[in-house]
């Protein structure tokens, strides 16, 4: 069986070096889990690390509140009509400027869903 990933990445290795490119630092995929501390550390070393653990410190930022609210600089919700989310594109009902976004029932745009801060 012919392996093609192994080809594409032969054949980019070989482009990169005949251009005096660098080599790529290998990525680590979705599928890949640092199970053991020697991995865990190699890949604090060389800056890589799994979706899994990425993910799981966007989730924490996220979690913190302020600047890492999932939709910032989108209040989650406000007070009095109710938490974010989205519908089709609609016109603000403050200022007439088209947006997803709505709070309750009322669509805002950005600009008038930060005014109550």
Not at 86 to 94: G, R, S, V, Y
Request: proline fraction near 7%; glycine fraction near 10%; charged fraction near 25%.
């Amino acid at each position: 069986m012919i392996d093609y990933v192994a080809r594409a990445r032969e054949a980019s290795r070989r482009w990169r070096e005949e251009h005096g490119l660098p080599p790529r630092v290998p990525l680590l995929s979705s599928r890949s889990f640092l199970s053991s501390s020697q991995e865990r550390e190699n890949a604090a070393e060389t800056g890589t690390e799994s979706l899994c653990e990425a993910t799981i410190k966007t989730t924490e930022t996220t979690n913190a509140g302020g600047k890492g609210r999932y939709a910032f600089p989108w209040p989650d919700q406000i007070e009095g009509l109710g938490r974010r989310h989205t519908e089709a594109l609609t016109p603000c009902a403050n200022c007439g400027v088209g947006t997803w976004c709505f709070y309750g029932p009322s669509p805002l745009c950005l600009q008038c869903s930060n005014l109550g801060r």
